[in-house]
């Protein structure tokens, strides 16, 4: 195996031990406490730790601050904790606010075409993705930072952008076909609703298409969804997962190179940017090689809405083995695939659920619809006396609604060690996410 640069846009930083990446770190910590000291919001959230914004040159410091948490952005509605005068804010992107109302998040000029810019870019290049390839944009625009982010990064690339934005299966599965697009942003679903939409009219993804990359965002995809989607589309076809949160600044937290996608892993791969800590959801201790941890991030050049110490409430596994890759990048620790939300953890009859052991069991079932399904609870909150499966039945599948639920309920226990009632519905009735699925929801 070779240790090259050469798949590296940022090959002064991407190429960094973790000891250097660190250094980085405490250097750009001490310019964020003295930012943030000239921000009353800011002054008044460390002073409830006992603490002030210049605490931060120490490298000690940050680990006795409280987390950030969406509750205190909510309480400063509408412009939470800007950092900045407000006049100097370019533009606002918002949460998807799926919980709640939208918490804003500004960015200045400098926010967007600089640090946005450059994350994403470094991301697509990691991808395989080079100046002059042609990319079809299929995420969302308007309050979602998605559309937005990957403008910006194939504009830094110097790729050519088809800005379609989501929806108009008809047209693009043509366009993907005439225009040669070799990227597509997009959503796990929606890429399959493309694939099927292509061969309904003739055109078959496999030879047709051009495409090498697509970005996953919004959805975590299972292992198993993610090989079906490669199955059909050209032999150097990959998906690539990424990571990221509006409150982080983007989608840019995590993304992973084609040696972390054979993994079924992501980097850490913007740490000059936006320090991750992967934190024990109940001891808030970092969690060691292979274990399950929140992110817990602080931005650490973005001018506009920087967040210290925000709590994701996302859980992922830190890589067993988290430095020295082959792909070069041995600094930039590796997690794996978003497991689920520290606040979507069911407890059901003291046993821990998250859904996406669910997910995994539904991806790798024939038979079943993969982006269909609901987990129904009967009361709000952790812990539900009892839990229900919903599932779809593919239209083509010959068995029977209750074979196809045994199954899935069969496969339930033995992941789980819990016994789960499995309802199966025709394709097409389970609600369908755009953005975030809400996979947990509470029925009488
Ligand atoms: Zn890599």
């Given at each position: 195996m070779t240790t090259s640069t050469a798949?590296?846009?940022?090959?002064?930083?991407?190429a960094l031990e973790h000891d250097d990446l660190q250094a980085i770190q405490r250097t750009k910590l001490t310019a964020l406490g003295k930012r943030?000291?000239?921000?009353?919001?800011?002054?008044?959230?460390?002073g409830e730790s006992g603490m002030k914004p210049d605490d931060l040159a120490d490298p000690q410091a940050l680990s006795n601050l409280a987390f950030l948490q969406k509750s205190q952005l909510r309480e400063r509605y509408p412009f939470p904790m800007l950092g900045i005068d407000g006049a100097k804010v370019d533009r606002f992107c918002a949460t998807s606010g799926t919980t709640g109302l939208p918490v804003l998040f500004g960015y200045t000029q400098r926010d967007m075409q600089e640090l946005l810019a450059n994350q994403v870019a470094r991301q697509l290049y990691a991808h395989g993705c080079r100046p002059g390839d042609r990319g079809y944009n299929g995420f969302g625009f308007g309050l979602w930072v998605g559309g937005l982010a990957y403008d910006l990064g194939m504009a830094r690339l110097g790729m050519t952008n088809f800005p379609v934005g989501p929806g108009r299966s008809d047209l693009v599965v043509e366009w993907m076909r005439d225009m040669e697009w070799s990227l597509a942003t997009v959503s796990p679903v929606f890429l399959a609703t493309l694939i099927r939409t292509s061969r309904e009219k003739g055109i078959d993804p496999k030879t047709d298409w051009k495409l090498k990359q697509a970005v996953i965002g919004g959805q975590s995809v299972s292992l198993a969804f993610r090989d079906e989607l490669e199955a059909e589309l050209p032999a150097d076809f990959k998906t690539y997962n990424t990571y990221g949160t509006t409150e982080a600044g983007g989608p840019i937290v995590a993304a992973s190179c084609p040696w972390s996608h054979a993994r079924d892993e992501m980097h850490l791969i913007n740490e000059?940017?936006?320090?991750?800590?992967?934190?024990?959801?109940?001891?808030f201790q970092p969690v060691g090689?292979?274990?399950?941890?929140e992110?817990?991030?602080?931005?650490?050049?973005?001018?506009a809405s920087p967040v210290v110490r925000w709590r994701t409430r996302?859980?992922?596994?830190?890589?067993?083995?988290?430095?020295?890759?082959?792909?070069?990048r041995k600094g930039m620790r590796n997690i794996g695939r978003i497991i689920g939300r520290s606040d979507d953890m069911l407890k059901v009859r003291g046993v821990i659920v998250y859904p996406s052991q669910?997910?995994?069991?539904?991806?790798?079932?024939?038979?079943?619809?993969?982006e269909a399904w609901q987990i129904y609870v009967d009361t709000p909150g952790s812990a539900p006396k009892q839990m229900v499966v919903a599932i779809e039945r593919e239209r083509s599948y010959n068995g029977a609604d209750n074979e196809l639920a045994e199954a899935v309920g069969r496969s339930l226990t033995s992941r789980l060690g819990l016994k789960v009632p499995v309802e199966c519905h025709p394709e097409g009735t389970l609600p369908r996410y755009e953005a975030k699925a809400q996979r947990v929801l509470v029925r009488d």
């Open positions: 798949d590296m846009l940022h090959p002064e930083i991407e943030l000291s000239a921000a009353p919001e800011w002054v008044a959230h460390f000059d940017t936006v320090l991750t800590e992967i934190l024990d959801p109940e001891t090689p292979g274990e399950v941890g992110i817990v991030v602080t931005t650490l050049d973005k001018q996302d859980l992922v596994r830190l890589s067993e083995h988290p430095y020295d890759f082959p792909c070069g669910v997910e995994d069991v539904i991806a790798t079932t024939p038979g079943t619809v993969k």
